[in-house]
């Protein structure tokens, strides 16, 4: 079992930067694949950006060049630095965690196993 708790997240006006943390707690947090993904009421939930166990990392095109997603084993933490924000980046952010699969991480970041209650990100133009 693995507990995700968000925080961070708030309102900046376009072109701003914000970074959303989330604290993981029960298992092991090193040993699994963790990322972000956010969702907008009435759309799909988007994948933002995935770290692996290693710390290679990889982002949705949205968000490529923008976004940072890093890890902090030692203190269970993940984190998203979000730059250069636009309107369309407002959602409610969601961290989440999977076991890698054959030494892997799946690319379906909202099908994860464990996830967090979400924080709020509010981009005004």
């Known amino acids: 079992q693995v507990q995700l708790v968000e925080s961070g997240g708030g309102s900046v006006q376009a072109g701003g930067s914000l970074r959303i943390s989330c604290a993981a707690s029960?298992?092991?947090?090193?040993?699994?694949?963790m990322g972000w993904f956010r969702q907008v009421p009435g759309k799909d939930p988007e994948g933002v950006a995935i770290?692996?166990?290693?710390?290679?990392?990889a982002y949705s095109n949205s968000v490529k060049g923008r976004f940072t997603i890093s890890r902090d084993n030692a203190k269970n933490a993940l984190f998203l630095q979000m730059d250069s924000l636009e309107p369309e980046d407002s959602a409610m952010y969601y961290c989440?965690?999977?076991?890698?699969?054959?030494?892997?991480?799946?690319?379906?970041?909202?099908?994860?196993?464990?996830r967090g209650q979400g924080t709020q990100v509010t981009v005004s133009s």
């Open positions: 989440a965690a999977e076991r890698p699969s054959w030494g892997a991480c799946s690319p379906s970041i909202p099908q994860y196993r464990y």
């Open positions: 770290i692996d166990t290693n710390g290679k990392t």
């Open positions: 029960g298992s092991t947090e090193s040993g699994y694949c």
